[in-house]
């Protein structure tokens, strides 16, 4: 489907349904994969303080990976993995069915021991590049809660702008987040974005 390479120094490499950035891999959940997800979907430190277990049943997570649900024209999730193959958590991004030329970002590092070290950061930023650069793309919006602190940090990081405080349920629990955005014009000049290193 891709085979694109951006050039330049530990530039990210789309092939097939994989995307290769410095250390990680985004690929295509398979249904193999339906047993770790399930699983994640009942820890709550796979979730973190900032999202809610979604208990989905192994047979569940099959159904969605093989009904195309999560991957399609308008929607991807995408498994982030260590080079050497360790599940580090989810990546999925979707497009707004108001506004085709924006989508949206949700990060999940379910692994407790892999946050902190920039993984996270690293997975949003080449995804960031294949939406602009490959999808030709206006903007990309991220959702946080008012208290993931370090997400905050992280988004400012990657240029975007506080758009609005809003209100939203996650699983039937009701939250505060933030709306963030980076426009196509912004993302030109970020330098995060013009050399290809974590």
């Not at 193999?32 to 430190?45: I, T």
């Not at 609005?164 to 014009?185: F, I, K, M, N, S």
């Amino acid at each position: 489907m891709y085979a694109h390479h951006v050039p330049g120094p530990g530039a990210m490499t789309i092939f097939g349904n994989k995307l290769f950035t410095i250390r990680l891999l985004l690929r295509r959940i398979e249904r193999h994969d339906a047993e770790l997800l399930s699983r994640w979907s009942y820890d709550p430190l796979a979730y973190g303080l900032y999202l809610s277990p979604e208990h989905l049943s192994v047979t569940e997570m099959q159904r969605q990976i093989e009904s195309g649900m999560l991957w399609n024209k308008r929607n991807k999730t995408f498994l982030m993995e260590l080079r050497e193959g360790e599940p580090l958590g989810t990546i999925h991004y979707w497009m707004r069915s108001e506004d085709p030329n924006t989508a949206v970002i949700a990060l999940k590092v379910a692994n407790p021991e892999m946050r902190g070290k920039g993984y996270g950061t690293e997975a949003q930023k080449y995804l960031i590049l294949f939406l602009f650069d490959r999808l030709s793309l206006r903007r990309v919006e991220m959702y946080t809660d008012v208290n993931n602190l370090a997400q905050q940090r992280c988004l400012e990081k990657l240029g975007f702008e506080l758009v609005q405080a809003t209100p939203y349920t996650d699983q039937q629990v009701q939250r505060l987040g933030y709306l963030y955005r980076l426009e196509w014009e912004r993302f030109l000049k970020e330098p995060i974005y013009q050399y290809h290193y974590a």
